[in-house]
């Protein structure tokens, strides 16, 4: 069965540091998301992760994929308060086939305080 | 820019009750899923459907629950009898194909059983 797990699972960051939030998943998997929530609202696609040492990088934001290790990392560069929201990395348990169940993590609640 | 949009934002039920929540996905997709968010949990995967059918579902998607799209637009969540652990917010998503693609969240529906 696969499991996802995040850490950390809570994130209190001062502005302009820099900081990564890992997920590991246990079973083999070409194919890692990561989502951020905001309180009470729906979830927004950040990365699609799809082959070994996939790298994407969005303003402040950089997703990489290690499918040897069962890794992806989401590092924080220089963080400002509009970041501050939940991240979720999700992992497709279909591996090689088609999409369908994602299993998520526990997310990550991240602050970023002035 | 297409989005998927759920009806209603907010359902309060009495427990035993049947509830049907309604999603509009993205006109060309044809994948189409739900999850459910318990309050302060981590997103759970419940169905995934395609060509008019079921393709996967996990544990939680007991005989109490059924899916359906009754027309070309709609894709439904049906709760037969509903119990208080149903409380939860429900996420309809859906894609273009299974393979390598992000789904879209809709904006969720916050299901209440008292």
């Known amino acids: 069965e696969l499991k996802v797990e995040q850490n950390p699972l809570f994130l209190s960051m001062q502005e302009g540091k820099n900081y990564t939030i890992y997920c590991n998943y246990s079973?083999?998997?070409?194919?890692l998301y990561w989502y951020r929530q905001d309180p009470g609202k729906s979830l927004e696609s950040l990365f699609v992760?799809?082959?070994?040492?996939a790298v994407k990088q969005e303003g402040r934001l950089m997703a990489s994929l290690d499918t040897k290790a069962r890794l992806s990392t989401l590092h924080i560069t220089a963080a400002v308060h509009d970041l501050s929201a939940t991240y979720f990395c999700?992992?497709?348990?279909?591996?090689?086939?088609?999409?369908?169940?994602?299993?998520f993590g526990k997310g990550t609640k991240l602050s970023v305080k002035p | 820019e297409p989005e998927v949009t759920q009806t209603p934002s907010h359902q309060v039920t009495q427990m035993g009750q049947e509830v049907i929540l309604r999603c509009v996905p993205i006109?060309?997709?044809?994948?189409f899923y739900w999850y459910r968010q318990i309050l302060g949990q981590k997103v759970e995967f419940l169905v995934s459907f395609y060509n008019n059918e079921i393709s996967e579902k996990s544990e939680i998607f007991d005989d109490q629950f059924s899916v359906e799209r009754p027309d070309g637009s709609n894709f439904t969540l049906k709760i037969r009898s509903t119990k208080l652990e149903d409380s939860a917010m429900y996420f309809c998503?859906?894609?273009?194909?299974?393979?390598?693609?992000?789904?879209?969240f809709g904006q969720g529906t916050r299901l209440t059983v008292v």
């Open positions: 006109s060309n997709h044809l994948y």
């Open positions: 998503a859906s894609s273009w194909t299974g393979v390598n693609t992000e789904a879209f």
């Open positions: 992760l799809l082959s070994n040492g």
């Open positions: 999700a992992v497709d348990q279909n591996y090689g086939g088609s999409q369908g169940n994602l299993i």
């Open positions: 079973t083999t998997s070409d194919r």
